[in-house]
Antibody
Framework: QVQLVQSGAEVKKPGASVKVSCKAS????????ITWVRQAPGQGLEWMGW????????NYAQKLQGRVTMTTDTSTSTAYMELRSLRSDDTAVYYCARDRDSSTSDVWGQGTTVTVSS | DIQMTQSPSSLSASVGDRVTITCQAS??????LNWYQQKPGKAPKLLIYDASNLETGVPSRFSGSGSGTDFTVTISSLQPEDFATYYC?????????FGPGTKVDIK
């Protein structure tokens, strides 16, 4: 079945970087994009950006520009999201999701908790 | 950026009730709207895409409507498993913004 499996929880200090992985299975990875969404504790959903697994094109939320990089490795059907210069307000659950038609996220990973604390 | 609002922010309802949640966009987004359901500690789940198309496997008690700036999702007869938070999301333009969510809990 189609699934996305994310890497485990991370604890980072302010100023550090984190790289979350998202391994896809059950479908042709390069036929879809991957969207990243985060959710701070007790808060709503925030769209972070999107990457095409076909050609690596990306679109990032403006507030994260310069701090976030999304990549894919088609040989392992894995997407990555790296966030740098971490701050306490980056503490959140980070989700990857398969993007259908560059519009709709139809399959989601289980989420990765990233905690930023000194 | 397109701003999305939802009302109400929360509601209490009983099993069997008809429930309607409203989503409004700050500008015309045609029908470029998704609805997601999220339960505590779980990833969101796609319910409706293109404003009114039911995702495969989603019960028919869910329905979506609207176009332009005003949209609704309706649960015709609320079931115990429907108690959750519901989010709308526009994909007319980047960033693909979400509404703040509507929490549906048990009366």
């Amino acid at each position: 079945q189609v699934q996305l499996v994310q890497s485990g929880a991370e604890v980072k200090k302010p100023g550090a970087s984190v790289k979350v992985s998202c391994k896809a299975s059950g479908y042709t990875f390069s036929n879809y994009g991957i969207t990243w969404v985060r959710q701070a504790p007790g808060q709503g959903l925030e769209w972070m950006g999107w990457i095409s697994a076909y050609n690596g094109n990306t679109n990032y939320a403006q507030k994260l520009q310069g701090r976030v990089t999304m990549t894919t490795d088609t040989s392992t059907s894995t997407a990555y999201m790296e966030l740098r210069s971490l701050r306490s307000d980056d503490t959140a659950v980070y989700y990857c999701a398969r993007d259908r038609d560059s519009s709709t996220s139809d399959v989601w990973g289980q989420g990765t908790t990233v905690t930023v604390s000194s | 950026d397109i701003q999305m609002t939802q009302s109400p922010s929360s509601l209490s309802a009983s099993v069997g009730d008809r429930v309607t949640i409203t989503c409004q966009a700050s500008q015309d987004i045609s029908n470029y709207l998704n609805w997601y359901q999220q339960k505590p500690g779980k990833a969101p789940k796609l319910l409706i895409y293109d404003a009114s198309n039911l995702e495969t496997g989603v019960p028919s008690r869910f329905s979506g409507s609207g176009s332009g700036t005003d949209f609704t999702v309706t649960i015709s007869s609320l079931q115990p498993e429907d108690f959750a938070t519901y989010y709308c999301q526009q994909y007319d333009s980047l960033p693909r913004t979400f509404g703040p969510g509507t929490k549906v809990d048990i009366k």
